[in-house]
């Protein structure tokens, strides 16, 4: 085979889309991740590992072609992953359909009950490698009165400790594979583990509600409980948990303003 093509999916960087060429002539492309400026070998490590995950349940991600974590082959810590056809970029109007069926798409992952694992360890939040609400008790980052607020809500509540099992770890429009509005894989799964459900139900519902409106975290919780026959517990927990590990000010004042509202109706019920 030959390299047809290579453009990097994040800034120049990885991961890589490839392109390639058989010696008969027919083409096929594939996902090349590899360690950069914002993903460590560790994370690559993760990626692997969940993916192996995903294929072993059928579950709707990309599927791992080859992996060579030590370096020993590439010279790095490298992955291979099949590329899954749709788009990434959601509609700019909220749309009922497409939230329920992230929301559906979201349980799948959480019928998956995983012990702890050196690459798929546990999850206490979204991002976990992320600990902004740490970062504003330590002074390493400017607080707010409702961010200050909301952390002594959630540090004086026990975490819910039950159920345990596979979560994708940064579910957002972003890591969605879409096509005939509905989601065909969750993708990029370098900070996977296990954890409670609502480790990715408090973060897909923030997103939602800040890209969308405030109805968009309902539909997505209700996609969730269709699909998973069960009521989920403990919400305003998880939505609080998910809006404070983000940074104090978000990539725009919007973003900061619908944040902060998400924030507040999830601290009004706790």
Known sequence: MTVSGVRSLHGGESPWWIDLTTPC??????????????ISPDQIATNAAALAVAERYGLPAPRLLAADLDGSAAGTSATLETVVPGTSTWPAAPSTE??????A?????HTVILDPQPQLPFRPRPIAVDDFAQDRRVGRMPTTTLLQLAD???????????????????????NTVVADGRVH???????AGVGNPG???????KQVAIHYDDDA?????????????????NIPYWDAVAALNT????????ATLRRDDFLRAAIAQL
């Open 247 to 254: 940074p104090t000010e978000s990539y725009s004042p919007y």
């Open 152 to 174: 002594e809500r959630v540090q004086a509540i026990k975490a819910p400790d039950v159920p345990v099992v596979f979560v994708h770890g940064d579910v957002w429009p972003g």
């Open 98 to 103: 497409l939230l329920l069926a992230a929301g």
């Open 217 to 233: 975290p309902g539909h997505v919780l209700e996609g969730w409980e269709r699909a998973s026959g069960a009521r989920a517990d």
């Open 199 to 205: 480790v990715d139900l408090g973060e897909l519902r």
């Open 185 to 191: 894989a969750l993708i990029d799964w370098k900070t």
């Open 105 to 109: 798409a979201t349980a799948q992952i």
């Open 25 to 38: 002539g027919s083409t096929f492309s594939v996902v090349l991740r590899s360690p950069s400026s914002r």
